[in-house]
């Protein structure tokens, strides 16, 4: 057992993370602005963890082994963009600082699969289907250039760490379990109308995991971190299947005109984005599915 602090402990990812991690046997600390941290946490604070001496005061009261960070303002255009980008990377300094100047031997940082681009008004083609973590980042607004520069600020941090390892995990459209009965997901619709209507399923028909998925990567990661070769890696959290009942190779091209070729290996259930990185190096692979879990 050890003591794993987790930031945004009351957030959709949040709770999944804190209650997988107490179920295998840690002692969790949750640290968020707002109430909801689910009461298997040993312990919740509340913190507003863009202050640096909010941040540095958890992590000296607690002295975790390792911090989970998830805090954010984690839907685009949900705030104005100044503020997006202003705590998110403020949020992602001050944790890495805490954690690095405190001693604690495991960071996670949550990113997003949103640094890669999709949705540009602009017009976007991916570079090559499916994407994994080679795949160029082009952010194009507020929300996904701040997780960019979180994922950088820890790689930053990685560079000269000598007792933190640390990694970033990029969740895909996150869904938690009450969603599958009906709930309405992060950016409105339901899990059922996104599969119904392609057209306006906008990330999720990119990429979806399931929250308690997702948990159990966070897990992985911590178990993984100490051995991995590289500090600072970056990891994909996906679904193994697409959020969508025909296959993307058909689908995609509607909604990303010029896809056709690209989109061509999307054939049966294989969806956009690849976690074959967190296979290879974690042994994680995500176990759950709209297949299995749709009510
Ligand atoms: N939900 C998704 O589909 C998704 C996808 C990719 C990445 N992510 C990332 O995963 C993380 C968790 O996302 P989520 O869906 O659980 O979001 P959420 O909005 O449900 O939870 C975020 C939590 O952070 C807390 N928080 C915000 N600002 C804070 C601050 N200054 N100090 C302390 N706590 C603060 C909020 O109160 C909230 O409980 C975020 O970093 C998000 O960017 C989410």
């Not at 640096?52 to 607690?62: C, D, I, K």
């Not at 992602?92 to 405190?102: H, I, M, P, T, W």
């Not at 602009?122 to 994922?151: C, F, N, T």
Request: glycine residues 8%; proline residues 7%.
């Amino acid at each position: 057992m050890s003591r794993v602090l987790v930031t945004g402990s009351a957030g959709r990812l949040g709770r999944s993370v804190v209650t997988a991690l107490a179920a295998a046997g840690h002692e969790v600390i949750g640290v968020d602005t707002a109430p909801g941290t689910p009461q298997e946490a040993a312990a919740t604070l509340p913190a507003d963890l863009t202050d640096l001496g909010e941040a540095f005061e958890a992590v000296t009261r607690f002295r975790p082994q390792s911090v989970v960070h998830l805090a954010a303002i984690a839907t685009p255009f949900s705030r104005s963009d100044a503020v997006t980008f202003r705590v998110n990377t403020q949020l992602a300094f001050n944790l890495c600082e805490a954690s690095v100047s405190l001693g604690v031997g495991n960071l996670v940082v949550a990113s997003s699969p949103t640094v890669i681009g999709y949705g540009a008004p602009g017009g976007w083609r991916p570079a090559y289907l499916p994407i994994d973590e080679e795949h160029p980042a082009q952010p194009w607004h507020a929300y996904s250039l701040s997780k960019l520069v979180a994922e950088q600020t820890m790689q930053a941090f990685a560079r000269t760490a000598t007792a933190t390892r640390m990694a970033a995990i990029r969740p895909c459209f996150v869904i938690a379990p009450e969603e599958w009965a009906g709930a309405p997901t992060q950016s409105g619709h339901t899990v059922a109308e996104r599969l119904e209507r392609p057209e306006i399923a906008g990330a999720s028909l990119f990429n979806y995991i399931d929250a308690r998925d997702a948990a159990e990567m966070v897990i992985a990661l911590l178990d993984h971190l100490p051995s991995l070769p590289r500090n600072g890696e970056v990891f994909f959290a996906g679904a193994a299947d697409a959020l969508a009942t025909e296959p993307l190779a058909d689908l995609l091209p509607k909604t990303v005109p010029g896809t056709e070729g690209l989109a061509s290996s999307l054939t049966g259930t294989t969806p956009a984005f690849s976690s074959a990185k967190a296979e290879r190096l974690l042994g994680w692979q995500a176990k759950r599915s709209w297949r299995t879990e749709l009510s």
